[in-house]
């Protein structure tokens, strides 16, 4: 029987594409999305298509966790490491894929610990398994909160805060606007860092792709900015990082002008591309630290990680007297 060249290629197309799918991150959908387009110059498939299949392999493989108060992860049990006044502060942020190379994210951490002394990481893509490892390596508290069950994976993804200071008042933020299928709302992780004698607001985000409409993950920005403003008048030092999915430069702008409103700093402007995709071919800047009362001393990546899709971002700050951290004005979007 006669079969159509362009059928044979598509069929081969996406069955290699069913394995390589098991470990997407943003990456992989965006790959989807470009080889479906790519495809449909030469196989007439329409675009109604390639948003039905794009959206079906990224949203009916999790089971969403709904309430705003499990399931958490959460662990107190090492000392206080940094009891002692300090007027600096050395935070990482790093989205480890899909928590898969959770030994050698270890590992490169552990390595990079014997640089710079680093007293809180905000993690995302992790499982709790994940979690607990690399807090038992480098002797941290964490607090882990997932937001969804991947079952194609078999395990749990979402983010964490874990630091060498103690963990008090963890909480679940649930972003607005869910996705098509799964009906996922992006969360983050929560929680007052005690460390070097103060007490810091720390926020680990990672908010929803390109697969959600511009106006609907800008109102997640919105309400991380909100949320956050809140609390001015209980915290002098707020710590906000993560990855934002900004794969393009004008969503960058648009994400840091939105932090800038709301009196954030951007310490790790100077960076560069946070990411690597399409082989190496795309290099997005995706992940940020924003603070108010916290002055940015330096800021880097540790360009040598191989772990994950994303580097490691870190950035070393000075805590601010009091009175220099922002007021608790409005917030204008």
């Not at 060249?5 to 790959?31: D, E």
């Not at 794969?247 to 700093?265: E, H, P, Q, T």
């Amino acid at each position: 029987m006669f079969i159509p060249h362009s059928r044979i290629s598509m069929t081969v197309a996406v069955k290699n594409y069913q394995f390589s799918i098991l470990n997407t991150g943003l990456s992989g959908k965006t790959f989807m999305l470009l080889f479906f387009s790519h495809m449909s110059k030469y196989h007439a498939i329409k675009p109604s298509l390639l948003f039905f299949v794009v959206c079906i392999c990224s949203c009916v493989t999790v089971r969403v966790y709904k309430d705003t108060n499990q399931p958490e992860f959460y662990s107190n049990s090492k000392k206080n490491q940094t009891a002692a006044q300090s007027d600096t502060l050395n935070v990482v942020t790093f989205n480890i894929k899909k928590a898969e190379k959770i030994q050698l994210a270890t590992l490169e951490l552990q390595q990079f610990e014997k640089t710079k002394n680093v007293d809180i990481y905000l993690l995302q893509e992790m499982d709790e398994t994940g979690v607990e490892s690399i807090a038992n390596n480098l002797g941290l508290n964490y607090l882990y909160i997932p937001a969804v069950y991947n079952k194609l994976l078999k395990k749990n993804i979402g983010n964490a805060i874990l630091t060498k200071g103690s963990i008090d008042h963890p909480e679940k933020l649930i972003l607005p606007h869910k996705k098509w299928l799964s009906k996922w709302r992006r969360d983050i992780a929560i929680a007052e860092v005690d460390i070097h004698q103060k007490k810091i607001l720390v926020l680990s985000v990672h908010r929803e792709t390109i697969m959600m409409s511009r106006k609907n993950r800008s109102e997640q920005v919105d309400a991380v900015i909100e949320h956050a403003r809140l609390q001015l008048s209980s915290y002098n030092y707020i710590l906000i990082g993560g990855d934002f999915n900004t794969l393009f430069s004008a969503d960058v702008k648009r994400v840091v002008k939105k932090f800038n409103a709301g009196g954030f700093d951007w310490s790790t402007a100077g960076v560069g591309s946070t990411a690597r995709a399409f082989f190496g071919q795309v290099k997005p800047k995706l992940d940020y630290l924003f603070t108010i009362g916290l002055k940015g001393i330096n800021a880097g990546k540790i360009e040598t990680s191989v772990s994950s899709d994303h580097y490691p971002v870190f950035a070393t700050y000075r805590f601010l007297p009091s009175a220099s951290s922002a007021t608790c004005g409005s917030y204008v979007h």
